[in-house]
């Protein structure tokens, strides 16, 4: 097969038009993807952690009661009081401007993610860490951090609707410590082990990134002109 040849293949064609697309699936989505599936198989196996305990033991040493009301904080906004209002807030303002492929995506990502870590929760069936009586029980499973999940699935949809306007990076920075931040509070609680939440990251990035790719050039924010108004410059009064 020549050159040319291997070229007009529709796969490879596909790449080459479209190959930072790829890169991003494969890289953003499959790699993440990937991991937590080594994450599940060691689990599924009843293999240990080693990271597990010890980072437990050592948050719960350096627990104080100004720690406990920041992290009890973070854990609340992390998901129930907090991200779960802001993913309907944000889709019911798509559906309101009619921005049907924004809110697909939204609802793909966020409803997606949520909707992975029931299934997720169910299959693997983790019990919680019991190594302390924490200040915020949970009865639930805890194999991947719901929180982790659905925090990751906001910040990472939200860094992908502004990567095209100036407050990327400023969303980026956000995500990543608003992430970091929630995730932190459930180990510090004693309600989810690091595997978990390391487990939810990867699982809810790989997602959120693969609706990415399946949205592709179809994620814009400015409205269309039928939702924003008229665009044409109004007709000179005379003098």
Known sequence: MTLTSRKDH???????????????????????????????????EHETFWYDRPVLEGLHAMAREGYDQIM????????????VPFDIAVGLWFAWRRRWMLLGFWAASVGGAAALNVGAKLLFARTRPDLWQSIAPESTYS??????????????????????????WSMVIFGVVFVLGVGLSRAYLG???????????MASLGWVIG????????????????????TTPAAATPH
């Not at 309600?191 to 990251?201: C, N």
């Open 211 to 230: 609706m990415t790719t399946v949205f592709w050039g179809k994620l814009v924010l400015e409205p269309p002109a039928d939702v924003k108004g008229p």
């Open 191 to 201: 309600v989810h082990y690091p595997s978990d939440i390391l487990a939810g990251w």
């Open 10 to 44: 529709p796969w490879i064609s596909w790449v080459l038009r479209h190959w930072v697309r790829a890169a991003l699936f494969v890289f953003g989505s499959i790699v993440p993807l990937l991991v937590f599936a080594e994450f599940a198989e060691d689990l599924v």
């Open 72 to 83: 009890l904080v973070l854990s609340i906004i992390g998901y129930g009081a907090g991200i």
């Open 143 to 168: 194999f991947p951090s719901g929180h982790a999940m659905g925090s990751m699935a906001a910040m990472a949809a939200l860094v992908v609707l502004l990567w095209p306007t100036r407050w990327r």
